[in-house]
């Protein structure tokens, strides 16, 4: 056996199932998202065996993109799980022989409880297809098993199919990226999202800030005390008029110069770039990685109020 060929010919097998799938797609598509995008209650995925596995993942990609929905393990819904289906709910049933014993065992009950039942099977005479309310009938396709009977090209089929509505419903939400953001607040997706410069800055005692009249020595205890990497320079009415970093101190001082000498605005940097603590963190993120600087300050009316640096974004797990 050619391992190269092989592997491909799964491939092809399973685009080929992908292709007829898409093709295939009707009316049937349009009620079943219909009743997933009007249901009151949850949307709730159940499959045995290795759609099973597709159910929690379709369940998984549902409630990210904002319905509510989660897996129910057929089995377990034998012994007392099915109480957490209710008659608001739209239940998915998978099965592509429509014939697994654990799915059709829990169909009469389900449609006690009073729930919407929509069926996917490849069988249209299944017991499944026959019961359910709504049914999606999968083209006909093989499987890439090359004994054609493990779970491959179908659990692929039903798994694009299941995503195919998953992202189309969060489109008539009009589900958006903060949306998304909320749902996901340990990734770094969700944190490049929701996390704005305010959740992060240094503010208040722990900002570092002089006034313009103090000596270069108040500079330097500010910023060995703050820890910041740059003191903000502000004139008698608070507003921000400048920076200095300690790489502009250790310039001064690879120079040879006197630096007790020379007053703040001898070294400090005019006008530098700032940042509104609205803005996301990975906003600020970008702009110090495109002006190759490591801090941004914070101005709120023209006041610096705060300042962001590049490792506290990064420490986060937040990267450009």
């Known amino acids: 056996m050619d391992k190269l060929v092989e592997g491909r010919r799964v491939f092809d097998v399973e685009i080929e199932t992908l292709q007829k799938t898409r093709d295939a797609l009707d009316g049937t598509f349009i009620r079943i998202l219909d009743l997933i995008t009007n249901c009151e209650g949850k949307v709730i995925f159940t499959g045995m065996g290795k759609p099973g596995h597709i159910a929690g993942k379709l369940a998984s990609t549902f409630a990210s993109l904002g319905t509510p929905a989660f897996k129910l393990h057929p089995a377990e819904a034998m012994h007392g799980d099915l109480g957490v289906v209710s008659e ?25 409880i009073g729930a919407t039942l929509v069926g996917i099977t490849g069988n249209p005479n299944s017991s499944l297809a026959q019961i359910s ?14 004994l054609g009977l493990a779970p491959t090209s179908s659990t692929t089929a039903v798994l694009c199919y299941g995503d195919a509505l998953a992202v189309v419903a969060s489109g008539i939400y009009g589900f958006k990226d903060v949306d998304f953001g909320k749902f996901h607040p340990s990734g770094s997706l969700g944190k490049k999202l929701i996390l704005k410069v305010d959740d992060l800055m240094a503010k208040n005692e722990k900002n570092a800030v002089v006034h313009i009249s103090q ?29 200095i970093t300690d790489g502009d101190l250790r310039r001064q001082l690879e120079k040879g110069v006197d630096i007790y000498s020379l007053k703040v605005e001898d070294i400090m940097t005019c006008r530098p770039k700032t940042i509104s603590k609205d803005k996301l963190a990975i906003e600020a993120l970008n702009v110090m990685k495109a002006k190759n600087i490591s801090c941004l300050v914070v101005v709120e009316n023209e006041k610096a109020i705060g300042t962001i640096k590049l490792q506290d974004i990064i420490g986060v797990g937040i990267v450009g």
């Open 88 to 112: 608001k709910d739209v239940v998915i049933a998978i099965s592509f022989s429509g014939e697994s014993d654990e799915i059709v065992k829990i169909l009469p009950n389900i449609k006690m």
């Open 133 to 146: 309310d709504v049914v999606q009938i999968l083209p006909k396709f093989e499987e890439a098993c090359y």
């Open 215 to 243: 000596s270069l020595k108040d500079v330097i205890i500010e910023l060995s005390k703050k820890g910041l990497g740059a003191v903000s320079v502000t004139d008698e009415n608070g507003k921000l008029i400048g920076i």
